[in-house]
């Protein structure tokens, strides 16, 4: 069985961020493979391995100045990484992500594709059902557990009641939940492994998308960036047994109680 | 231009639309004068509520025979397109269900999304607010190419107000063309049983965070919910280490909450939590590190140990109850 995992690289989410002249996050520092998209690599590495057969390759668009976080998934263990990078993909919406996904996916269709439910930094959570359609395929987003049997899938979707068990035969794409299964870390082997592995690096005229994608192809603009209401603090007193009393006459002031 | 016909996905549950959807409607019919609904499933049989909410049609897609909704609702709301004319723009609940119909109609239509919507409004033309940067900042943006553009818009962005209007007229709008697209099904459904208010409903929430220690000590925390009437939520720190579902989760990726008294309990304020709360009216929070950021936005912070403040506090309140 072949899996593709759609991962993402991205500024260090826990540095702070800002947004550039041109209203795009400034994406000029070091990159790193989306922690969203470590479960999909440790899902599709372990699903391959259960099929027995087949491999897991990750695609990505983005700045292929850096490819640290593809070499980390090829380290966890996936065979190769394919990266789109062009400068006029910067500025691209969800949509325009999806078209050059599917561009890449579609030279050579495998069985599942993994994508995390929202990247980290862009969270819009719409670039993977944007792609299933485009590639033609069923889609069964918020996966908290994937299994295949048979050549089919058995999804457990969340809800907001609970979950629900869904089938659906493949190809397929899946989009999985933080926290299905535990990313392995990857092995000094694997280290020494992903530095042999390819990344074949495309651009945009090698998938014929020039000018459908990236800014040009948006169709939309941020106008403005303003300042946030901000909330101010309140008081703050230190628990000297007294902390919940305190908390109940705050309660009693704000007629909760 | 000036904004003339807006549609918006409304989403059934169990006797009702979702809240959201509501919050949608009212918000939708200030902005527009003429208002569309779109439904499936049991939704036809509330065309009263979508009517006192402010739509004049309701198009109904019908039963979806065990079919996630996303690629049977996306296909019949791209037919309608092509029935009825395209409106200014289709706005879509941020659900598990609304994300899959916004990203299957964008790929459908051709036509971009905005996502994670807090504010929209008609300033010669639609303007969407975002919140980013963990809620410190706020972009506003704009479609520009042709419509309809697509606006997901999260929960609790706007105040959900009946207009006591009549009911909605029912239109049937039919699947169209999903090839092989609509072929995942729902084979079983479980229902995870929880009592009292809803977390997005609730006045209050008690929510806690990794400062807990351990899972059993969660307890504590629904304890404290239940005795204040309000709904126990989380922080993805213990959602992820798996004490409590998903649906407990509060911020970015979770749940947004506005209660009149939200109580963070060993929770550090990371700004993904503080994006999905800080909206509530009033903010509580214990944490026994006094610099621990949530105390920033809190009203009333107690600097303490919640294994020692929330068992006292919870004997107050079983004094009182
Ligand atoms: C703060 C902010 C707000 C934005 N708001 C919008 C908006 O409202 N509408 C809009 O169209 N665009 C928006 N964008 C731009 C959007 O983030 C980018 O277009 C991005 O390329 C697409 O998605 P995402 O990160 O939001 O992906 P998501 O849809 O959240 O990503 C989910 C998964 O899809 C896959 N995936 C997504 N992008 C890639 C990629 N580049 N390479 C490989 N796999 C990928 C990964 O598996 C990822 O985990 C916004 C960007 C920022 C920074
Ligand atoms: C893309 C992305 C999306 C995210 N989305 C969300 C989201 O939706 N919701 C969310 O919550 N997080 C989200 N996060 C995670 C977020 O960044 C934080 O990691 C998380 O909120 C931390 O949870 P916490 O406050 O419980 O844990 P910690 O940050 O570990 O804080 C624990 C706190 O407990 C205090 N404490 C410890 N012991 C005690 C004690 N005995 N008594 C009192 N206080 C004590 C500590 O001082 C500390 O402040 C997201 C992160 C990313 C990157």
Same mark, same amino acid.
């Given at each position: 069985m072949n899996v593709v995992v759609c991962v993402k690289q991205i500024p260090d989410p826990a540095?702070?961020?800002?947004?550039?002249?041109?209203?795009?996050?400034?994406?000029?520092?070091?990159?790193?493979?989306?922690?969203?998209?470590?479960?999909?690599?440790?899902?599709?590495?372990?699903?391959?391995?259960?099929?027995?057969?087949?491999?897991?390759?990750?695609?990505?668009?983005?700045?292929?100045?850096?490819?640290?976080?593809?070499?980390?998934?090829?380290?966890?263990?996936?065979?190769?990484?394919?990266?789109?990078?062009?400068?006029?993909?910067?500025?691209?919406?969800?949509?325009?992500?999806?078209?050059?996904?599917?561009?890449?996916?579609?030279?050579?269709?495998?069985?599942?594709?993994?994508?995390?439910?929202?990247?980290?930094?862009?969270?819009?959570?719409?670039?993977?059902?944007?792609?299933?359609?485009?590639?033609?395929?069923?889609?069964?987003?918020?996966?908290?557990?994937?299994?295949?049997?048979?050549?089919?899938?058995?999804?457990?979707?969340?809800?907001?009641?609970?979950?629900?068990?869904?089938?659906?035969?493949?190809?397929?794409?899946?989009t999985v939940t933080a926290g299905v299964v535990e990313p392995r870390y990857a092995s000094f082997k694997g280290i020494m492994a992903a530095k042999n592995k390819p990344v074949e690096v495309l651009s945009v005229a090698d998938l014929g998308l020039a000018g459908a994608v990236g800014q040009a192809g948006a169709r939309q603009e941020i106008t403005e960036v303003v300042a946030a209401e901000s909330r101010q603090a309140g008081e703050k007193y230190v628990d000297e047994g007294d902390g919940a009393e305190k908390i109940v006459a705050f309660l009693e002031s704000i007629k909760v109680l | 231009m000036s904004i003339t016909s807006l549609w918006v996905v409304v989403e059934p549950s169990q006797d009702s639309f979702t809240t959201t959807?509501?919050?949608?409607?009212?918000?939708?019919?200030?902005?527009?004068?003429?208002?569309?609904?779109?439904?499936?499933?049991?939704?036809?049989?509330?065309?009263?509520?979508?009517?006192?909410? @402010?739509?004049?049609?309701?198009?109904?897609?019908? &039963? %979806?025979?065990? +079919?996630?909704? @996303?690629?049977?609702?996306?296909?019949?709301?791209? &037919? %309608?397109?092509? +029935?009825?004319?395209a409106p200014d723009a289709i706005l879509v609940p941020t659900s598990y269900d609304g994300r899959d119909i916004a990203g299957r109609l964008s790929a459908r239509l051709d036509r971009p999304v905005l996502t994670n919507v807090t504010g929209l409004s008609d300033e010669g033309g639609l303007v969407t607010e975002h919140p980013v940067f963990g809620g410190t900042q706020t972009v506003k943006a704009r479609f520009t190419g042709e419509g309809p553009g697509i606006i997901v818009v999260r929960a609790k962005s706007f105040v959900s107000e009946s207009a006591g209007a009549s009911t909605a007229a029912v239109v049937a709008a039919p699947v169209g063309e999903t090839a092989n697209t609509a072929s995942a099904r729902i084979a079983n459904s479980h229902v995870e049983e929880r009592t009292g208010p809803k977390l997005e409903d609730a006045a209050v929430v008690v929510s806690g965070g990794r400062g807990l220690g351990e899972a059993e000590k969660y307890s504590m925390i629904e304890e404290a919910a239940k005795?204040?009437?309000?709904?126990?939520?989380?922080?993805?720190?213990?959602?992820?280490?798996?004490?409590?579902?998903?649906?407990?989760?509060?911020?970015?990726?979770?749940?947004?909450?506005?209660?009149?008294?939200?109580i963070a309990c060993g929770i550090s304020g990371a700004t993904q939590h503080m994006v999905g709360m800080k909206g509530s009216k009033n903010i509580v929070a214990i944490n026994k590190d006094a610099d621990a950021p949530i105390f920033q936005i809190a009203d009333f912070g107690i600097v303490g140990d919640v294994h020692k403040v929330l068992p006292a506090l919870i004997e107050v309140l079983k004094t009182r109850a």
């Amino acid at each position: 069985m072949n899996v593709v995992v759609c991962v993402k690289q991205i500024p260090d989410p826990a540095a702070p961020q800002s947004l550039d002249a041109s209203h795009n996050l400034d994406r000029s520092g070091k990159l790193i493979l989306d922690e969203a998209d470590t479960y999909g690599v440790e899902m599709a590495l372990q699903l391959v391995d259960k099929a027995g057969s087949g491999e897991v390759t990750v695609v990505s668009m983005g700045s292929a100045s850096d490819v640290a976080g593809l070499r980390n998934a090829l380290a966890m263990g996936a065979a190769k990484a394919v990266i789109v990078s062009d400068d006029s993909l910067r500025g691209s919406d969800s949509l325009g992500t999806a078209k050059v996904l599917a561009a890449v996916i579609g030279r050579d269709m495998p069985d599942l594709i993994l994508c995390a439910t929202e990247s980290s930094d862009g969270y819009t959570g719409t670039t993977p059902v944007q792609l299933a359609e485009l590639l033609g395929l069923p889609s069964v987003t918020f996966a908290k557990s994937v299994v295949v049997e048979g050549g089919s899938l058995k999804v457990d979707r969340q809800t907001e009641a609970g979950y629900d068990e869904v089938t659906s035969p493949l190809p397929a794409l899946v989009t999985v939940t933080a926290g299905v299964v535990e990313p392995r870390y990857a092995s000094f082997k694997g280290i020494m492994a992903a530095k042999n592995k390819p990344v074949e690096v495309l651009s945009v005229a090698d998938l014929g998308l020039a000018g459908a994608v990236g800014q040009a192809g948006a169709r939309q603009e941020i106008t403005e960036v303003v300042a946030a209401e901000s909330r101010q603090a309140g008081e703050k007193y230190v628990d000297e047994g007294d902390g919940a009393e305190k908390i109940v006459a705050f309660l009693e002031s704000i007629k909760v109680l | 231009m000036s904004i003339t016909s807006l549609w918006v996905v409304v989403e059934p549950s169990q006797d009702s639309f979702t809240t959201t959807s509501l919050e949608l409607l009212s918000h939708a019919r200030s902005l527009a004068t003429n208002v569309s609904a779109i439904t499936w499933g049991s939704g036809a049989t509330f065309a009263a509520q979508a009517g006192e909410y @402010g739509a004049m049609t309701l198009y109904d897609v019908g &039963a %979806l025979d065990g +079919s996630l909704p @996303g690629v049977p609702v996306a296909s019949a709301i791209a &037919a %309608l397109v092509q +029935s009825a004319g395209a409106p200014d723009a289709i706005l879509v609940p941020t659900s598990y269900d609304g994300r899959d119909i916004a990203g299957r109609l964008s790929a459908r239509l051709d036509r971009p999304v905005l996502t994670n919507v807090t504010g929209l409004s008609d300033e010669g033309g639609l303007v969407t607010e975002h919140p980013v940067f963990g809620g410190t900042q706020t972009v506003k943006a704009r479609f520009t190419g042709e419509g309809p553009g697509i606006i997901v818009v999260r929960a609790k962005s706007f105040v959900s107000e009946s207009a006591g209007a009549s009911t909605a007229a029912v239109v049937a709008a039919p699947v169209g063309e999903t090839a092989n697209t609509a072929s995942a099904r729902i084979a079983n459904s479980h229902v995870e049983e929880r009592t009292g208010p809803k977390l997005e409903d609730a006045a209050v929430v008690v929510s806690g965070g990794r400062g807990l220690g351990e899972a059993e000590k969660y307890s504590m925390i629904e304890e404290a919910a239940k005795l204040l009437n309000g709904a126990p939520g989380a922080s993805r720190a213990i959602v992820d280490a798996g004490w409590v579902p998903y649906s407990y989760q509060v911020g970015q990726t979770g749940k947004t909450v506005k209660p009149t008294v939200y109580i963070a309990c060993g929770i550090s304020g990371a700004t993904q939590h503080m994006v999905g709360m800080k909206g509530s009216k009033n903010i509580v929070a214990i944490n026994k590190d006094a610099d621990a950021p949530i105390f920033q936005i809190a009203d009333f912070g107690i600097v303490g140990d919640v294994h020692k403040v929330l068992p006292a506090l919870i004997e107050v309140l079983k004094t009182r109850a």
